[in-house]
Nanobody, 121 residues
Framework: VQLQASGGGLVQAGGSLRLSCAGS????????MGWFRQAPGAEREFVAA????????YYADSLKGLFTISRDNAKNTGYLQMNSLKPEDTAVYYC???????????????WGQGTLVTVSS
């Protein structure tokens, strides 16, 4: 599975962005899709994950109610809707795919290249 993240950019605090993750290959729909982010000088951290069917979703506790993960398997694409953005949300956002379902980056076998989100105050 190859992944391509897009949709990042510069946004003011309080604004919204929607990231996309385009997957290639027939098996994309059978994988869990996750989003992670890495701020400058920080460790990569879990943001959200969605099961292959879309029926189960998981979020970092601090992002519940602010970010929404979804997917459209017919389009081989996943999404991360980010609302009420704050400067501390500034990071490179990565999408990833896993045969398992979970929050730990170690279980994700396939990674996109990342897209930069910058939130100005």
């Amino acid at each position: 599975v190859q992944l391509q993240a897009s949709g990042g950019g510069l946004v003011q605090a309080g604004g919204s962005l929607r990231l996309s993750c385009a997957g290639s290959g027939r098996t994309f729909s059978s994988y869990t899709m996750g989003w992670f982010r890495q701020a400058p000088g920080a460790e990569r951290e879990f943001v959200a994950a969605i099961s292959w069917s879309g029926k189960s979703t998981y979020y970092a506790d601090s992002l519940k109610g602010l970010f929404t993960i979804s997917r459209d398997n017919a389009k081989n694409t996943g999404y991360l809707q980010m609302n009420s953005l704050k400067p501390e949300d500034t990071a490179v956002y990565y999408c990833a795919a896993s045969a398992a379902l979970g929050r730990h980056s170690a279980i994700y076998d396939y990674w996109g290249q990342g897209t930069l989100v910058t939130v100005s105050s």
